[in-house]
């Protein structure tokens, strides 16, 4: 059976057939060498193999991983998530027209701001998921890029893929979806008609908090924008390091069994958030009232991801206060570890319209009776 037969737990598992030629072994070694040699004759000995920046089997062999998951043309890894967001607005023409989605990630907002003023780049700011609001600003004139993040962080908001491609089309634009907190399990915007897929690996994809790495898939890998994309890797040296893609696909090898649990336990929690009287809402896109629920059953299939946003009743301290008394959720940022996480947004991104009495719950794989129960405990005064 070939990569295209195959379903993610299989590609995950044996990380796309992996192995160490060398000495047969199961799971392939860590290619650290910077660089390989030559033949007497001068020729490479293993052809393509020059140079580390170029090349690194490593490296290769996890981005294989993640492009059979994606069913993706091409992969590439980088050395975060937000390097792997840059390359992709590089290749907008200085004096261009970007279309991003208001509210996602506040890195990815700051840095668009700060490149687009830098380069004469129009950009216009739109909350993707109001459809009409949408269309208005994909349609004001030709465009670049659409960018959107889906489901989106901190907001859970969901966006129609397929409707964004049709926009994205009409406006001479490329697609590219940032689907971090949904992972290729769980949704593949480029079977959608997204051009490009970005996730921030450092999230769920490696799942244990421990890699820092970010990763770009395109559906045609001829496309100038990817040809770009690649040489500027390439030429500007923003590699991923092989102990990280090593470490990447190790994780990698439980994906679909992590989120398998991480969206039961996540829907477990956010069902109890959402009956609990000192919560006054949750945003999460497995409730049945979130207003992206049914575009979720539709764009996305095996569970609504690890993330969720609530409002605690009482402001700023109570909400804190929650946080301060949860024994087992770590307080801190990030997001999609098998760890449960619980974070203050307003405490690091206080002036971009964040509730003051938002918390972000990043659920990992722990015992979700215990999740609950130590839920509970703190929300009860
Ligand atoms: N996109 C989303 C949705 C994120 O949550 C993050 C980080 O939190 C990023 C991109 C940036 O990724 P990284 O921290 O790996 O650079």
């Known amino acids: 059976m070939t990569g295209k037969d195959l379903k993610p737990a299989t590609i995950a598992a ?47 062999q996890a981005e294989e991983v993640l492009r059979q998951l994606e069913g993706a043309a091409a992969t590439l890894l980088f050395p975060s998530g937000m390097a792997a967001v840059a390359s992709l607005f590089r290749t907008v023409p200085n004096g261009g027209r970007v279309v991003v989605q208001s509210g996602i990630y506040w890195g990815t907002t700051g840095w668009t701001r700060d490149f687009c003023a830098r380069r004469g780049i129009t950009l216009t700011e739109v909350d993707a998921s109001d459809p009409q609001a949408f269309e208005a600003a994909c349609t004001q004139g030709p465009a670049d890029l659409i960018w959107i993040e889906v489901p989106s962080n901190p907001w859970l908001k969901m966006v ?22 949904a992972t290729p399990v769980l949704m593949r915007p480029l079977a959608l008609g997204a051009d490009f897929v970005m996730h921030s690996a450092t999230k769920a994809i490696n799942g244990h908090t421990d890699v820092l790495a970010g990763v770009l898939s395109c559906v ?58 000192a919560v006054e809402s949750v ?21 609504y991801g690890y993330l969720m946003s609530v409002l605690i009743r009482g402001g700023r301290m109570a909400a804190l206060d929650v946080a301060g008394k949860l024994t087992l959720a770590h307080r801190a940022t990030s997001l999609g570890g098998v760890e449960s996480l ?5 405490t690091v991104e206080p002036d971009t319209g964040i509730p003051e009495n938002l918390l972000r719950l990043s659920v990992g794989i722990e015992d979700v009776n215990d999740l609950i129960a130590d839920l509970d405990q703190a929300l009860n005064p």
């Open 14 to 60: 044996r990380a796309a057939g992996a192995s160490d030629s060398g000495s047969a072994g199961v799971v392939p070694g860590i290619h650290l060498a910077t660089t390989y040699m030559r033949g007497r004759d001068n020729a490479l000995i293993r052809d393509g193999n020059m140079y580390g920046r170029d090349q690194n089997d490593t490296v290769r």
């Open 160 to 181: 129609d893929i397929a409707a964004a491609a049709s926009l994205a089309r009409a406006a001479g634009a490329l697609l590219a979806v940032d689907a971090t907190a």
């Open 220 to 277: 045609d890998q001829d496309h100038a924008a990817w040809q770009a994309i690649a040489t500027d890797r390439h030429d500007a040296g923003a590699i991923l390091g092989p102990f990280e893609a090593w470490l990447l696909m190790r994780g990698m090898r439980t994906l679909p069994l992590r989120m398998e649990r991480m969206c039961t336990n996540a829907q477990a929690v956010a069902e109890f958030l959402n009956a609990h009287a």
């Open 283 to 303: 945003f999460y896109p497995g409730l049945p009232s979130h207003p992206g629920h049914e575009l979720a059953l539709r764009q996305m299939a095996g569970g």
């Open 342 to 346: 619980v974070e203050h947004r307003y």
